[in-house]
Structure formats: C-alpha cells, structure tokens
C-alpha cells in the first residue's frame, strides 16, 4: 500500500533558527496536506498543495509540492517558540481519494 | 459551531468489554473518519464513510465497527477491547474526503 515516510523524527532548535521537514511517498500522490498538532492536542490542518512544483507560503511557513508530486518540503523561518509541535504531511493517492495516509511526523522543539 | 465534537475523551476498560466512540459533527461535511494515533505510528485509518449509509475500511479496521445512519454522527464501536487497541482515538471530517480535515479533540482510551 501506500506509503509516506517522513525525515527528520525530531529536530530540535534554538529560537530563530530555521527548521525544515521533508515527506516523500512511494506513489505519486494527487495533493498533499500538511498538519499540525501541540502536545496534547489534535492535529489542526495547515495547507493543501494540489499542483506539481506548488510552492505557497504562510508567513514564516513555506510548503512546497515536488515537480513528480511524490515529495514535499515544510520550512520554518526563524522559529519561534509558538511552533513547537508535531509537523504531519499526509497524502492522498490517485486510487483513493478518501483515503489519506498519515507520515509519522516530525517533532519540532524550540529553545527559547 | 462546536466543529467535531469527540466524547468520551477519557476512558479505562477492562479487556473484553465493549464500547462506543461517539463522534458528531455540525457543518454538514460529508466525508468523516476514525484515525488511532499511537507513539511511533503516527495516524492510522480506521474506517471512513463518504455520506449517511456509506462506510469503508481503512488500513487497521479489526475489532472496530462503524455505522453512519445521519450526515451528523459515525460512531466507532469496540466489540471486545483488547490491550492492543489502548490508544488515542481521533475523528476527522472534511466536506469530501480529498480536502483538509478538521479533527475532533480526540478520545485517549486505556485497555487493562
């Protein structure tokens, strides 16, 4: 089945530094979404890239799609304490579209 | 509008009893999910359903029921509880399945 793997597990930074997480899939993928979830708390939907070489930004977030839609990249610029959590990737693959398959995620924490 | 709303979000069974994850939503989407979310897994799929008298399975459905008899609620059933399904339970809903999801808070669900 389907697979989306996602590097690094953990990362941990000193406040302003840059983070970047990175998802690949064993398929190719119809969109991807990306996800994040507090300690504690659920995951809480960011964005979803549709297109091959989609890049779109949210501030310090920037989301990019890979050009063969089997990868993607989330990078943070100059962390901030505010975004210590659990980054997911998810994706959907063109046989199903309800069934979208979680990465492990990456645990992000931030030394003030 | 409460969003998803998840209940219980605690409870403690012994092995072999049975039990009912309520989930209920109330902005009509159409599409709704039960994901379980253990340390190192990340999300996994349970089972889905695409609209009222529609359900399917997702990646890990043994031992779980669902039914979907209203747009507004999918309960998730556990036949005889078993260690194994000691978990987080998350619902998630999205007004079709290939758009992002709005998660419920979760239901942290202890078998002893």
């Known amino acids: 089945g389907q697979q989306v793997m996602q590097i690094p597990q953990y990362q941990h930074v000193q406040e302003g530094e840059d983070f970047t997480t990175y998802c690949n899939s064993s398929t190719t993928l119809s969109n991807i979404q990306w996800y994040k979830q507090r300690p504690g708390g659920h995951p809480v939907f960011l964005i979803q890239?549709?297109?091959?070489?989609e890049v779109k930004k949210q501030k310090r977030l920037t989301f990019q799609f890979g050009e063969a839609k089997k990868n993607s990249s989330l990078h943070i610029t100059a962390t901030q304490t505010t975004d210590v959590g659990t980054y997911f990737c998810a994706g959907n693959s063109g046989g199903s579209n309800y069934k979208l398959t979680f990465g492990k995620g990456t645990l992000l924490t931030v030394n003030p | 509008n409460a969003g998803v709303t998840q209940t219980p979000k605690f409870q403690v069974l012994k092995t072999g009893q049975s039990m009912t994850l309520q989930c209920a939503q109330d902005m009509n989407h159409e599409y709704m999910s039960w994901y379980r979310q253990d340390p190192g897994m990340g999300l996994r799929l349970i089972h889905y359903s695409v609209g009222a008298g529609i359900t399917d399975q997702g990646e890990v459905p043994n031992g779980y029921n669902v039914s979907r008899s209203t747009t507004e609620d999918f309960p998730l059933r556990l036949l005889s509880a078993a260690p194994s399904q000691t978990s987080v339970y998350f619902c998630a809903t999205s007004p079709w399945g290939s758009s992002g999801y709005t998660f419920g808070s979760g239901t942290r669900l202890t078998v002893v």
């Open positions: 890239l549709v297109k091959s070489g």
